[in-house]
T-cell receptor, first 110, second 116 residues
Framework: DAKTTQPPSMDCAEGRAANLPCNHS???????VYWYRQIHSQGPQYIIH?????ETNEMASLIITEDRKSSTLILPHATLRDTAVYYCIVRAESNYQLIWGAGTKLIIKP | GAVVSQHPSRVICKSGTSVKIECRSLDFQATTMFWYRQFPKQSLMLMATSNEGSKATYEQGVEKDKFLINHASLTLSTLTVTSAHPEDSSFYIC????????????FGPGTRLTVL
């Protein structure tokens, strides 16, 4: 079973920041939080990952709460091409397996 | 980032035929490749893990005689769906693992299989 909980769907206006929440209350100390997205009929695409500290890259920012029980993926300026299913996954670095939940279907509206 | 390709991108076949799907790591060597299956509006389900030069490890409920996996080189793994039936119609996705990159998995674009 997936170890994360995400809302099934969200809408966001084009140009606005999209904030996608994820609950992972049973996360272990050695587990990272990973985010992937899957655009319709394509393979998953890695977005970002983090352990404790907030992370930022060219695609997104990841905010992890101090107790690490939840996190938020932020797409700062959403475009129509960001419409996809976003998956939050927790895994230990030594464990290569990814357990996929249902994800959040993000729809960016013009 | 690392690139993984799949071929073909889509295939339509008649019931009872076999279909081979190739997964290649283009700019790196992958000791481990994974095969996933995804039905419409569902999440990815891991089918099997293949290590170069050894037999694949199948997940519970996946028939190893129906889904033949060969990982003969560090850049190529193949999945053969034998005697395909309409219920095997699905989106098949492979990924490759890079040990040096924190066990990251890089995904192929997927293959859409339709069995008539």
């Amino acid at each position: 079973d997936a170890k994360t909980t995400q809302p099934p769907s969200m809408d966001c206006a084009e140009g606005r920041a999209a904030n996608l929440p994820c609950n992972h209350s049973t996360i272990s100390g050695n587990e990272y939080v990973y985010w992937y997205r899957q655009i319709h009929s394509q393979g998953p695409q890695y977005i970002i990952h983090g352990l404790k500290n907030n992370e930022t890259n060219e695609m997104a920012s990841l905010i992890i709460t101090e107790d690490r029980k939840s996190s938020t993926l932020i797409l700062p300026h959403a475009t129509l091409r960001d419409t996809a299913v976003y998956y939050c996954i927790v895994r230990a670095e030594s464990n290569y397996q990814l357990i996929w939940g249902a994800g959040t279907k993000l729809i960016i509206k013009p | 980032g690392a690139v993984v390709s799949q071929h073909p991108s889509r295939v339509i076949c008649k019931s009872g035929t076999s279909v081979k799907i190739e997964c290649r790591s283009l700019d790196f060597q992958a000791t481990t490749m994974f095969w996933y299956r995804q039905f419409p509006k569902q999440s990815l389900m891991l089918m099997a893990t293949s290590n170069e030069g050894s037999k694949a490890t199948y997940e519970q409920g996946v028939e190893k005689d129906k889904f033949l996996i060969n990982h003969a080189s560090l850049t190529l793994s193949t999945l053969t769906v034998t005697s395909a039936h309409p219920e095997d119609s699905s989106f098949y996705i492979c990924s490759a693992r890079i040990l040096a990159e924190h066990n990251e998995q890089f995904f192929g674009p997927g293959t859409r299989l339709t069995v008539l």
